[in-house]
């Protein structure tokens, strides 16, 4: 495990979740020193409280060990699928036959001794010690989840509206074969804005962006670049980022006063023997590329997933694009597009293929 990688996710959870999580792990250790202190009582009672406490390090530094060592590290050492099949054998029945077998050897060992039944009780509420943390997790991780998404859904509606600091391009018009009318607008940032979060309204709904594919939008930077069909929907976005240290929102929606009044241009694609040149940013999202595989045929390949050094932050087909195994796939021959009008309509697909006359 990667313990950086888990302390910076730890350090990036939000104010409520790291008290929320802290008051979990406190109320623990509280019913594990609760159970410890009874358990001393009850023992020291009858007269054994040292042989209480020997046996509790016992089953620290040794059984649980054993135990572990039974379970896990036999099973690291068997490879194939007979690992998976030895490891819930032994989680189920060697681990727990080495556990209380254990403590009651070690039990009768002791003076003065335990009884085969004190013995077991003991087994019993150490290995639902050790249990507690998960289920203490296990019942804790949706009340708070739940707490938290709806704090930061108020924080999120509570944030005053400000003017959308973006300089708005204008409303850019092409025609794709199969799809017809698309349009595309730019919306680009102030040096220094840092955008925080983007929410789209899908029906009456507005819902986080981050966790969604890009298909109406994709971001280079800060900027933003809208592409849509004319059978789809608008699109809707909400931004929010900080101004002055406070959070701040605001609405937009492509409107008709930015519409270029130039009738629709053909949707050309520049090929290069690298990769290709579109006339505006296309959302990752709705591409996919073609080459040889054959000599007759195109093999597509969504360009969905990133290549090396590329990032989601940045999910724009932005003019200059390159292929980094452009020498293994060869000279892209066909760009394909993807638009959805609706949940029970098919999707279009429109192909721009290489000029004929160009190598």
């Not at 009874?38 to 509790?56: H, I, M, P, Q, T």
Request: with cysteine; hydrophobic share 45%; charged share 15%.
């Amino acid at each position: 495990m990667d313990l950086d990688y888990v302390l910076k996710s730890l350090d990036h959870l939000p104010q409520f979740d790291k008290w929320a999580w802290g008051v979990v792990g406190l109320i623990t250790l509280a019913a594990t020193g609760l159970i410890l202190f009874g358990e001393r009582r009850y023992f020291a009672a009858r007269g054994k409280a040292g042989s209480w406490l020997s046996l509790r390090l016992l089953s620290l530094f040794i059984l649980l060990p054993a135990t572990a060592g039974v379970i896990v590290m036999t099973s690291l050492a068997i490879s194939g699928p007979e690992a998976l099949a030895y490891f819930y054998f032994a989680l189920l029945v060697l681990g727990p036959l080495v556990w209380f077998a254990g403590h009651t050897l070690c039990g009768r060992l002791l003076r003065p001794a335990f009884s085969t039944g004190e013995s077991r009780f003991m087994a019993a509420s150490g290995l639902f010690i050790l249990i507690l943390p998960f289920l203490a997790a296990t019942v804790a991780q949706g009340p708070i989840f739940h707490a938290s998404h709806s704090l930061s859904q108020s924080a999120l509606r509570n944030a005053p509206a400000a003017e959308l600091p973006y300089a708005i391009g204008p409303v850019r018009h092409f025609t794709l074969p199969t799809v017809g009318l698309i349009h595309t607008q730019s919306l680009i940032a102030p040096a220094g804005f840092e955008l925080e979060r983007i929410d789209r309204k899908v029906g009456e709904n507005w819902s986080d962006t981050a966790t969604s594919t890009h298909e109406v939008f994709c971001q280079d930077g800060q900027n933003l670049h809208l592409m849509w069909s004319a059978r789809e929907a608008v699109p809707m976005l909400r931004f929010y980022w900080r101004r002055n240290g406070q959070r701040v929102q605001a609405d937009f929606t492509p409107a008709d006063a930015t519409v270029d009044p130039a009738e629709p241009g053909k949707f050309t694609i520049g090929f290069r023997p690298d990769g290709i040149d579109p006339p505006v940013p296309i959302p990752r999202s709705r591409a996919a590329i073609a080459y040889f595989v054959a000599p007759d045929r195109l093999y597509f390949n969504s360009l969905t997933p990133l290549q090396p050094g590329e990032t989601f932050a940045n999910d724009c087909i932005m003019p200059g694009y390159q292929r980094v195994a452009w020498e293994k796939e060869g000279p892209p021959q066909a760009v394909a597009l993807m638009f959805f009008q609706s949940a029970n309509a098919p999707y279009l697909r429109a192909e721009i293929r290489r000029p004929a006359d160009q190598p």
